[in-house]
């Protein structure tokens, strides 16, 4: 038994020895670049992001392995990048010390090779930087590969870590157009104009803020009509007859109106997670905004109900009908027609108003266009904000006034008559002139047949006289 142990053991040592032998006859093949690094510099406009198509900066690092030299270097992006135009800046650091290494670089397409004029001696850092490089406009994960020359031949680089890259879309390539006109250069290096309304910022600043902008859209329209019959709610309730009633109503709406929209969002935002009621942001924010409306437009319908004359009232009374027929059926609806204008200025402010939700973390405009600022460290958002309230405001403003415009012309009696009452008034008129000319024809028969002189009817011409009508036959 310990014969054969001993067997096995020398059989198990000699097979080991073997295969050591093997792998010390196998030529290894060393690697004489290793690829250390590879980054691009941001070109978003912005922002902090790799945008394809657009001219960057590539920078690729090595470290050139112990006992080998380099001659060239190949680098390679996927299909669609390029290397036209480009420059580069070889930097070669053989510990601290930064050596003396120059070359040529020739771009072919998506690829560029950089041939030294001296080898890159082992144990040394090399550092290409490529300026004005393009990578693929199409975006994606991209990986930087390539090949080396060294002594023994060419070899493959090992591929880098992939660069994250923004497809080149439709209104970045509006921006690149801009970046390339000599009037935009000539606007903004004023220091004024370019920080308030620089072109190329303010295109992207429409793209970025549109969301922020269709929720601050949301929310309001969202929340009007909530404020609308809460405010006919406590309209109703200020009038009525009853006190407890009227001092409910007088309390909630100026409390709500005699403390800031600012203030109120704070108490509801805040103090509502205390009580451990939690509501989505934007939920929270459509009720904050309907109930601080429903205060002001609760005034603006009690102003309008009671400008109704009394005499409504009084002819709704002959007529039968109680208060709330009278109410419902003739005195809202002349309520209505007065208080638009005010309603739709009242709708303006709510708009507006939406900005204060951006200090509670509701992702509408005015927090889309704060963040973007402190990216860029430009005012320019802060423009576009603006123009995107003015698409809104401007057109209901100028509602609005077209609105008071016809209100008080119909007021004083103007503006034009209902189609089907001016058919009938017309026709009418036709009736009366045909009449009167049938009238004129028998009253000249009657004159030349009884020799009675013929008298016209009003507002018609004199007849003439039976001799006249006579000669006239």
């Not at 890259?165 to 801009?178: E, G, K, R």
């Not at 047949?449 to 507002?459: C, D, E, I, Q, R």
Request: hydrophobic residues 45%.
């Amino acid at each position: 038994m310990q014969h054969r142990r001993g067997a096995l053991l020398a059989a198990l040592v000699i097979a080991l020895a073997c295969v050591f032998a093997t792998t010390l006859a196998v030529p290894q093949q060393a690697q004489a670049l290793t690829t250390e690094n590879a980054t691009a510099r941001p070109n978003e406009d912005g922002g902090d992001g790799v945008i394809g198509g657009m001219d960057t900066r590539l920078t690729w690092e090595g470290t050139v392995e112990d006992g080998e030299e380099v001659t060239s270097v190949t680098l390679t992006l996927p299909e669609g990048a390029s290397f036209d135009h480009s420059t580069t800046r070889i930097t070669a650091l053989e510990g601290l010390s930064r050596m003396d290494v120059t070359g040529t670089a020739t771009p072919s397409g998506s690829s560029i090779t950089v041939t030294f004029d001296q080898t890159v001696p082992a144990g040394s850092l090399l550092r290409l930087e490529i300026t004005n490089m393009q990578f693929p406009a199409a975006g994606g994960d991209v990986v930087v590969s390539g090949t080396y020359q060294a002594a023994d031949g060419e070899h493959a680089l090992a591929d880098s870590d992939p660069i994250t890259t923004i497809a080149n879309t439709p209104l970045q390539s509006i921006v690149n157009w801009l970046d390339q006109q000599p009037w935009v250069d000539a606007w903004n290096s004023n220091q004024f104009l370019g920080m308030f309304l620089r072109p190329q910022l303010l295109v992207t600043s429409f793209a970025s803020l549109a969301p922020g902008w269709l929720l601050c859209l949301g929310i309001v329209v969202a929340a009007y009509p909530f404020a609308i019959a809460l405010g006919l709610l406590f309209a109703m309730l200020k009038i009525s007859r009853w006190r407890i009633v009227r001092a409910v109503a007088v309390v909630y709406i100026n409390v709500l109106r005699g403390t800031p929209l600012f203030l109120q969002i704070y108490i509801m935002f805040f103090g509502l997670p205390m009580l451990n009621i939690n509501i989505d942001n934007n939920l929270l924010g459509i009720i904050v905004m309907a109930i601080n409306s429903s205060a002001y437009l609760a005034e603006i319908f009690r102003a309008g109900i009671q400008s109704i004359p009394q005499g409504q009232y009084e002819a709704a009374s002959s007529l039968g009908m109680n208060y709330v027929q009278t109410m419902f059926n003739i005195i809202l609806p002349q309520t209505v027609r007065r208080v638009i204008p005010t309603v739709t200025s009242d709708f303006i402010t709510a708009f507006k108003d939406t900005s204060l939700l951006s200090s509670v973390g509701v992702m509408e405009l005015m927090m889309f266009s704060k963040n973007l600022t402190t990216v860029s460290g430009n005012i320019t958002p802060y423009v576009a904000a603006g123009i995107f309230y003015l698409i809104v405001t401007l057109p209901l403003i100028k509602v609005v006034g077209i609105v008071e415009d016809n209100i008080a012309r119909s007021e004083r009696g103007g503006g034009p008559r209902p189609k089907r009452r001016a058919q009938v008034a017309d026709n009418a008129d036709e009736l009366v002139r045909s009449g009167e000319k049938n009238s004129a024809a028998v009253s000249a028969a009657v004159s030349a047949l009884t020799g009675a002189p013929a008298v016209a009817p009003a507002g018609v011409a004199p007849l003439p006289s039976a001799k006249e009508a006579a000669d006239g036959c």
